[in-house]
């Protein structure tokens, strides 16, 4: 239970969702099967669906995995997108590299090895795409730094921002994950007070926030 929405609703949405075929769908498959946490179904369309309307030309993603949420975005996008993608776990990173390989897409999306708010600082270039999906509980200190980043018309895609239902309800919230919701909440607060900002926050997968600039 994702504790977002209810169940059937839930189930109801992602059988209307076609199956993936092909290379794509194999990576897929086998993410989901080894427990590597990828981009939920809906989640997944609703990134392409976004990035076919956007057509960035420069995408910046946290949090790479095996590389499947990048290609399902290059894919979408239409506009053959620079993609820079940021990633701290070894395996993780050999995974990606073999999966953009069969996908030729070595050239086109780079993985950077390390932790996101190291990179982050690292990076000057603007990107009008944005895709937040790493380190749960540092996206607060993660937006300064996609705003520094974030190109005038640039969108910021956030996942897991109402973390399995505790962001929005203190009797959800485990006592081990207080600290990623307290910060989860202020991210939300960031983005939604911001008077230069405007926020849609929409209750699918495990929540997701996008943010633009008035
Ligand atoms: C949810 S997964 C990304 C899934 C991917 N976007 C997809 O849908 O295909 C998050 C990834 O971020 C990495 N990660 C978590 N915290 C990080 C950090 N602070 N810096 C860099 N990578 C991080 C994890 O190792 C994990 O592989």
Redesign the pocket.
């Known amino acids: 239970m994702s504790k977002i929405t209810y169940d059937y609703m839930e189930d109801y949405i992602r059988g209307l969702i076609p199956n993936r075929e092909g290379r794509l769908k194999e990576i897929e498959d086998l993410?989901r099967e080894n427990g590597?946490?990828?981009?939920q179904k809906e989640?997944?369309v609703f990134l392409e669906f976004m990035t076919s309307m956007k057509k960035p030309k420069r995408i910046l993603?946290?949090?790479?995995?095996?590389?499947?949420?990048?290609i399902?975005m290059y894919e979408a996008a239409g506009t053959e997108p620079e993609i820079i993608?940021?990633?701290?776990?070894e395996k993780?990173i050999e995974l990606a590299t073999s999966n953009l390989e069969k996908f030729n897409l070595g050239h086109k999306i780079k993985i950077e090895k390390?932790?996101?708010?190291e990179?982050l600082e690292k990076l000057n270039e603007p990107f009008d795409f944005i895709?937040m999906?790493?380190?749960k509980g540092?996206y607060n200190h993660f937006l300064p730094h996609c705003l520094r980043l974030l190109s005038q018309e640039g969108i910021i895609v956030a996942?897991?921002v109402l973390f399995r239902g505790m962001v929005a309800s203190q009797e959800l919230v485990k006592r081990r994950k207080i600290t990623i919701v307290k910060r989860m909440r202020t991210y939300l607060d960031m983005v939604t007070q911001d008077e230069k900002l405007i926020t849609s926050v929409i209750p699918m997968g495990d929540g997701i926030a996008v943010t633009k600039r008035r």
């Open positions: 993410a590597v946490p990828i981009v989640t997944g993603e946290l949090g790479t995995a095996v590389g499947f949420s990048s399902l993608t940021i990633e701290r776990d993780m390390g932790d996101c708010l990179i895709f999906d790493a380190g540092h996942d897991n």
